[in-house]
C-alpha cells in the first residue's frame, strides 16, 4: 500500500512524511495508539502533540485523524511523522475493515446484522450455531455492546489478531449498528458503509424503530439510514423480518423472510402454531427454544435464515439453537422466588416487547415489579419516547420503579435533571404512580423487599441497569 494511496481513498490530506514512517513499511494492521507496535497504523478520533510524540517513538507507520489539535500538526511536520487528516473518520474505519478482512481474513464467508433491536442476540446466536458446528468463528457482539459501533479499529484489531494468535476464520459476524454518530453528528451511512467494507454473503436487518435520538429525530431517517444497506450486500442473501412493514418495503436482490406468522413463499422460516418452519416442514418446537418472548424468537429465526442461507445443515442449526445460552442481560433470568428478569430494554421498542412478554408469565393476583433506569446523559428525546412506553405498557398489575442510579454509572451517563424531569411530568399527566430511586442500590433492595415470592421483577434499561445482577447477589 502506498500513503498517499492510502490517504485519497479516505479523502485524506497528508501532512510531514509522504512515506511509512517505520523502515519495514506497512504491518497490514489497523489498532490503537495504546497497542501499536512498529509498522502499524493508528487511527484515533482526535490527536494532540503528545499522541504524535507517542507515536514517532512507537515507530508506527502513521496515524489518522478526524481532529487534530494542540500542536499536532505542527509537531508532524517538525518530526517528519506522516499525519493524514480526514474530515470523516468513519471513511478511515470502514477503509481499515476491508483491508484488514481482505489481508487476513480473504476466505471467510461473512455476515453482516443491523437494524434497531435484537441485533446483538441474533448475531451472537448466529456465532453459537456456526461455532457449535465446529467452525472458526470471530464475532464483534459482546454483551455491552461495545464493539458495534465501528467509530474506531477495534473491530479491525480483533480480526488481525485472532488470525495471528488461532489461523484463517472461517466465518465473520460483525453486528453494525444501524445509526452512528460522533460528538451528537450523525455518520450518514454508516451502517452501509461498514456493511460493504465487511463485503457480506449474507445480512441481516431485524428491524426499524426509534432509538438514537438527536442523531435522527424521525422513523423516516432510520429508514433512510437503513435502506442501502440491501445495495451494500448486493447478491448477497439479505435475511428481512417480514413483520415489520418497513423492513418488508427495502429492495434487496436475494430476500429471504422471517416472520411470527405462516409465509406462503419459498424463501423463508417462520413460527406458527408454536413450532419453527423451514421449507413447510417443522424443525424446532417452542420446548426447544432458548427463549419464549416473541421478539426474541424473532431473532431466533433471523439467525436460523443466516445459516440456512450460508448453507448449514439443519441438523447443525437445531443443536446451535438447543445449545443456545444467551448474552448477559438479554432477558436472563437472575432468580426464582421472586422471578426476577433483566433486560437490556433501553428504547421504546424493546421496553414495550419486554414488559409485554414478561406480564405473560405473571400468575393471577401477583404484582409485576418494572424497575426502570432512566438513560442518563441521552438527552429528553429519548427519555421522552421511553416514558410514553412505559405509560403505554402499564397495567392494573404493574408497580413502576424508576432508579437515576447515581451510585453505579460514571460522568457519561449521569442522569440529568431534564431528562428525570421529563419521566416525572408524563407519569403524573397519565395519573400513574411511581417511586424514584436516586441510588440503584438503595432500589433494588427495597423492591427485592416488598416483592411476594410469586411475584415478578423486571429490571431494564441500558447503562443504569447494568450492574444490577452484581449488586443483586449481595442482596440476595
Known amino acids: 500500500m502506498n500513503i498517499q494511496d ?15 514512517f ?34 514517532f517513538d512507537k515507530n508506527i507507520a502513521c496515524l489518522i485523524t478526524q481532529t487534530p489539535k494542540d500542536g499536532a500538526v505542527e509537531l508532524a511536520e517538525k518530526l517528519n511523522f506522516p499525519l493524514i487528516i480526514t474530515d470523516k473518520i468513519e471513511l478511515a474505519n470502514a477503509y481499515a475493515l476491508s483491508h484488514t478482512v481482505d489481508k487476513f481474513s480473504p476466505n471467510s464467508t461473512n455476515i453482516v446484522i443491523t437494524g434497531t433491536n435484537g441485533k446483538s442476540t441474533t448475531s451472537h446466536l448466529i456465532y453459537h450455531i456456526l461455532n457449535n458446528a465446529g467452525y472458526h468463528v470471530l464475532t464483534n457482539t459482546d454483551s455491552e455492546s461495545e464493539f458495534n459501533t465501528l467509530i474506531d479499529p477495534m473491530v479491525s484489531k480483533l480480526i488481525s489478531d485472532e488470525v495471528t494468535e488461532n ?46 435520538i438527536g442523531l435522527v429525530n424521525s422513523i423516516e431517517e432510520v429508514y433512510d439510514e437503513i435502506k442501502a444497506v440491501p445495495k451494500a450486500i448486493g447478491e448477497g442473501t439479505t435475511i428481512l423480518n417480514y413483520d415489520d412493514e418497513l423492513v418488508r418495503s427495502l429492495e434487496a436482490i436475494n430476500p429471504f423472510y422471517t416472520s411470527m406468522s405462516k409465509l406462503d413463499v419459498d424463501d423463508a422460516v417462520y413460527f406458527d402454531e408454536n413450532k419453527i418452519y423451514y421449507d413447510n416442514k417443522a424443525i424446532l418446537t ?3 427454544l432458548p427463549f419464549k ?22 441438523e447443525d442449526i437445531i443443536n446451535g439453537v438447543k445449545s443456545y445460552k444467551a448474552l448477559d442481560r438479554r432477558f436472563a433470568k437472575l432468580n426464582d422466588e421472586p422471578l426476577i428478569y433483566d433486560d437490556f430494554a433501553h428504547n421504546p421498542d424493546g421496553i414495550k416487547a419486554t414488559i409485554a412478554e414478561t406480564i405473560k408469565l405473571l400468575p393471577e393476583n ?7 433506569a432512566i438513560r442518563g446523559s441521552r438527552g429528553v428525546e429519548i427519555n421522552q419516547l421511553n416514558v410514553e412506553a412505559l405509560v403505554e405498557s402499564m397495567d392494573d398489575r404493574i408497580e413502576l420503579i424508576l432508579s437515576s442510579s447515581n451510585d453505579v454509572v460514571n460522568n457519561l451517563n449521569y442522569v440529568e435533571d431534564e431528562e428525570r424531569e421529563v419521566f416525572f411530568n408524563t407519569l403524573n399527566e397519565n395519573n400513574i404512580d411511581f417511586i424514584h430511586f436516586d441510588n440503584l442500590k438503595e432500589c433494588l433492595e427495597d423492591t427485592y423487599k416488598k416483592a411476594d ?13 447494568d450492574p444490577a445482577e452484581s449488586l443483586l447477589k449481595d442482596i440476595l
Open 6 to 20: 492510502l490517504a485519497n481513498s479516505i479523502n485524506g490530506k497528508l501532512i510531514g512524511n509522504d512515506e511509512f
Open 22 to 55: 517505520s523502515i519495514d513499511g506497512f504491518t497490514g494492521k489497523f489498532t490503537f495508539l495504546n497497542d501499536a507496535h512498529t509498522g502499524d497504523i493508528v487511527i484515533r478520533h482526535w490527536i494532540n502533540a503528545v499522541g504524535i510524540e507517542i507515536a
Open 167 to 212: 489461523g484463517e476464520l472461517d466465518y465473520l459476524v460483525i453486528e453494525v449498528s444501524e445509526v452512528q454518530g460522533w460528538l451528537g453528528k450523525l455518520m450518514k451511512n454508516h451502517a452501509a458503509l461498514m456493511s460493504e467494507a465487511i463485503n457480506p454473503k449474507v445480512g441481516v436487518i431485524t428491524n426499524i424503530a426509534m432509538d438514537h
Open 286 to 288: 417452542i420446548d426447544d
Open 293 to 314: 418472548g416473541n421478539h426474541f424468537i424473532q431473532n431466533i429465526l433471523s439467525a436460523i435464515g443466516a445459516c440456512i442461507s450460508l448453507g448449514i445443515e439443519i
Open 366 to 372: 401477583q404484582t409485576l415489579y418494572v424497575v426502570c
Open 453 to 465: 415470592k410469586k411475584d415478578i421483577i423486571l429490571l431494564i434499561g441500558a447503562q443504569g441497569m
